[in-house]
Structure formats: C-alpha cells, structure tokens
C-alpha cells in the first residue's frame, strides 16, 4: 500500500543525528540498562533488552560499553529511582505527538515538556488524548531501491502484516509486537538488512501541515529531543519531502 512520508525523514536527517551523536549514545545505552534493570540482564528471557542491544549495535555503540551497561544494572540501585512516563499533546495544526521520557523526578519533567510544547506552538494533553491515534507494532525500514519483489515475499513468509511504499521510494515492513522478532531474523537470513528496525509506535491516520505548521511542529520535536528525559517522540505529521527541503531553506 501507499504511505506518506516516513516521520524518520524528519526525526534522523543525518546532520541532525550526527549534531546529536552523544545525546544518541546516551539514550540507547540508557535503554539498555532500564531494560536490563526491569526485566532482567539476560537477553534470552527479555525481549525488550534483545531489542535495547540490536538498536544500540545499530547506532554503533561499542558491544563492550552494552555489556557493562548491563552487568551496571543488575547492581546500581539508583536505576530503581527512575519511572517511565508518556505524555500525549498536541503540536501545530493539530498533529498528535507522543513523548516517552525516563525520569527520576516527574515534576521536573512533566514541566520541562509542557514548556517546549508551550514555547512551539503546542499544548500538553491528559493521558490518552491521543495515544488512541497510534498503534504499537514492530517496524522495519528499507531504503529506496531495495528489491521490491523480494522484500514483499519474504515478508509475508515470514508472517509479516504489511509492506508499506513511502512516498520517497522507501519500504516499512510492519508486523505485531510478538512477531517483530521472528520476522526480522527472516528477512535478514534472505539477505535483507533494514536500515532501522524496532517495536514502535505508528500512526493510525496522518495530518498533513503546510509549511508554518510543519516548521513549528519541527521545532517542537527538536525541542523535546533536547530534553535529557526524552527517550522517543512520535507524530502523526505527515510532511512531504519537499517541504522539508523549504524547512532547511528557511532555516539555513
């Protein structure tokens, strides 16, 4: 099926990871230890740590600095200080946006992300104000180009739910939370390696913004990416490609 532009066009533009490699280490390395510190240091019995470590090896963390997270959380008891928190709102023409945090104090938080919503043109919302636009499923993303037959079949072998054909040329792969794994280990074992993969949060439905909207709403992102809480955000904006190269224009 035909889809909109991947929010990932706008979330790993590769000056913008690149500016933020540290903050991108620190995250994924603080995922694995949260994993490890609630469901356990072996990755054989918990499979949110597979995930952890298979999205840390991605953005070439070093296994070594992965195993020491890990054997860190079976010990640090100030890992149990920290809570997962998710706040739902909504940015510039009413795109619905998701931010997952990890914290160790909520006032601190709860505040610093109604701020960047406020100060970008959004507004916080109360838990379920739109989490109900998402689904939680796990995603594969191939690239432009990649053997479009071959991905398709593989994918429904390996009991996948849908191939979807992004406006840029791009593939996702999406399968259910339980299956992510299985279908993942296929499609890599018949040679197809995604560019990213993970259990993630997607969009029911999108909003389309023109261009004032999507440069706000750009902004608000970026702004709760800043905060050291953050761990993921999502939107159901959809943003062509064109457009983002005006918001780069603009902002040069």
């Not at 035909?2 to 913008?16: E, L």
């Not at 490890?36 to 600095?65: E, F, M, Y």
């Not at 999406?174 to 949060?201: M, Q």
Request: proline share 2%.
């Amino acid at each position: 099926m035909a889809g909109h532009s991947k929010w990932a066009n706008i979330q790993h533009r590769k000056g913008a990871q690149d500016a933020k490699r540290g903050k991108l280490f620190s995250r994924l390395i603080r995922e694995v230890s949260i994993s490890a510190r609630l469901g356990g240091g072996g990755p054989d019995g918990n499979s949110r740590l597979r995930q952890a470590i298979d999205k840390a090896l991605a953005g070439n963390v070093p296994k070594d600095t992965i195993d020491r997270a890990i054997r860190r959380a079976s010990g640090d008891a100030a890992l149990g200080n920290l809570e997962e928190i998710r706040y739902e709102g909504f940015g510039p023409g009413g795109a619905a946006v998701v931010a997952d945090c990890v914290t160790d104090n909520r006032n601190r938080t709860v505040a610093e992300v109604r701020h960047a919503f406020t100060k970008c043109g959004g507004n916080l919302g109360s838990d379920g104000s739109v989490g109900y636009l998402f689904n939680r499923v796990g995603q594969l993303s191939y690239p432009a180009g990649v053997d479009e037959d071959a991905l398709m079949e593989a994918a429904i072998e390996a009991g996948a739910e849908d191939v979807v054909t992004n406006d840029d040329g791009s593939f996702e792969v999406v399968a259910s939370p339980e299956e992510y794994e299985a279908v993942r280990d296929a499609l890599r074992a018949a040679g197809l390696e995604p560019e990213e993969a993970g259990v993630t949060l997607r969009a029911v439905s999108s909003v389309s913004l023109d261009l004032a909207e999507s440069i706000h709403l750009v902004r608000l992102i970026e702004a709760l990416e800043d905060l050291d809480d953050v761990q993921q955000v999502y939107s159901n904006a959809a943003i062509s490609l064109d457009t983002l190269a005006r918001i780069d224009q603009v902002r040069a």
